[in-house]
Structures are given as C-alpha cells and as structure tokens.
C-alpha cells in the first residue's frame, strides 16, 4: 500500500467490537506487512481517544516511531501532534498531561531543546502550569543549562517528605502475595532497591541545582537529611558529586 492510499484512512474508526489494544495490534500488523497508511490511521485514532500513563505513552510512541523509520508521513504526524500540544499549552487551553505528551515526544524525536524551550515560555506568561510541569522539564532544563529557573520550582525537603511517605506505604502493604513465602521478602528488596535508587539520583540533581544557585548551605544540609536517611554507598557517591555541582549521568 503507497502513501497515496493515506486519503483513505482519514478519520478512520475502528470496528464497534474492537478494544483499544486490539486497534494497536493491529497497527503493528500494518506496519510489518507494509500497510503504512493503515498503521498511521491506527495510531492517530489510538492518539486522540486514549489518555496513557508514561510508561504505556512510551510503549506506544516507540512503536509509532519504528512506523516513522519506514514511513516518513508518520513522523510529520506526530510532529503536527507535538506542535498542536504547544500551541494549545501556550494558549492556556490545556494542562499538564499535553505537556507529558509534548516532553515524551520530544524525547523520541530526540528533540529536548524543545521542551526546554516551551517551559521557558509558560515561566514568563503562566507559571501557574509551569509549577505543575516542572517535573517534565527538569531534565531537559539542566541540559540547556537553565540552572537559575530550575531553582525557582525546586522544594528538596518536601521532596524528601514525599519519597518518605511512599516507601513507609510501601512497607506496609503486603508484599507480592502471589508468590511463595521464600521469594516476598526477595521481591519487596528489588523494588525497594529500584524504588530508592530512582530517589537518590533525583536528590542528587536537586543538590548539584542548589549548589548551582548558590545556595550550597542548602545543599549541604539536605545532602547531611539524605545520608541520615539512608546509609548506602550508591546514594554516598552521588551526593559527594552533587555537592561539586555534578549531576547524575543521563542529566
């Protein structure tokens, strides 16, 4: 199936019967059998009636870019998709799940500049939205070495509150009770290890971001609550490289 064949999937809807998932098989199907523009009308249906947690956004758009290596249309539409986020975001008509999106984006077009750039904007004219986004922008942010509107969004106590609540929840709950006695307690220390892990890096950003403002008795005294904390040697390392304004690898 050639590209001109595209005009007969605009406004595609999938069958009554079928379920989201089954529209995204599908639209694998397409792709290996070179149906592209099939595949494209798919993954703009599932665009516009699915709302995706990250991890199943990511799932999605990698897929939809493995059509875009094949099928160049399908990576202009998912630019067009980028920038109608954009301009709805600086338009004030839409929220922080547009900004997921756009950053998410972004991130497989390898395109980050972008998200920095936009969040620079909304600091300026809605910082309202800007706070609720920050999260999405921080590492894009540190890349354009934007130390100084980082630091305008940054709380690390409350951060550290947060990352505390959660873990207590966590060992509260029962611990994989699927799975035999002997494997739960293995199970709950993975997750925990993984859980803290992803923490000590976030603190670790935060206090290489104090210290880039200037603010290293801050950083200082939260990096003394983190290693009170807790005591582990990754966490020691990383906060001993923050403190000399290094951030994590990946930053």
């Not at 990698?62 to 160049?72: N, Q, T, V």
């Not at 611990?175 to 199970?187: F, V």
Request: proline share 5%.
């Amino acid at each position: 199936m050639n590209d001109a064949s595209a005009d007969e999937f605009e406004n595609w809807q999938p069958p009554d019967d079928w379920s989201s998932r089954e529209v995204l098989r599908e639209a694998q199907a397409d792709r290996r059998a070179g149906r592209y523009a099939a595949a494209l009308a798919k993954h703009v249906w599932y665009h516009q009636n699915e709302t995706l947690p990250k991890i199943r956004r990511e799932s999605v758009l990698r897929k939809w870019m493995e059509l875009g290596a094949e099928y160049p249309p399908a990576l202009q539409k998912l630019k067009e998709f980028r920038d109608l986020a954009k301009a709805k975001l600086v338009c004030g008509e839409s929220d922080i799940h547009e900004f997921a999106e756009f950053t998410q984006i972004n991130q497989k077009l390898e395109e980050v500049q972008q998200t920095a750039s936009l969040f620079l904007t909304l600091d300026e004219e809605n910082p309202e939205l800007a706070f609720k986004c920050y999260p999405y922008a921080e590492s894009p942010l540190i890349r354009a070495g934007e130390y100084q509107v980082c630091g305008k969004y940054i709380d690390p106590d409350h951060t550290l509150e947060v990352h505390l609540s959660a873990l207590k929840f966590l060992h509260q709950r029962p611990s994989h009770t699927n799975l035999p006695q002997h494997l739960r307690q293995h199970s709950r220390f993975w997750y925990d290890s993984d859980f803290n892990l992803s923490f000590y890096q976030h603190a670790a950003v935060l206090i290489a971001l104090l210290i880039h403002n200037d603010r290293t008795a801050e950083a200082r005294a939260f990096a003394g609550r983190v290693r009170y904390e807790f005591n582990d040697q990754v966490l020691n390392e990383l906060v001993a490289e923050a403190l000399q304004g290094e951030f994590p690898p990946g930053y």
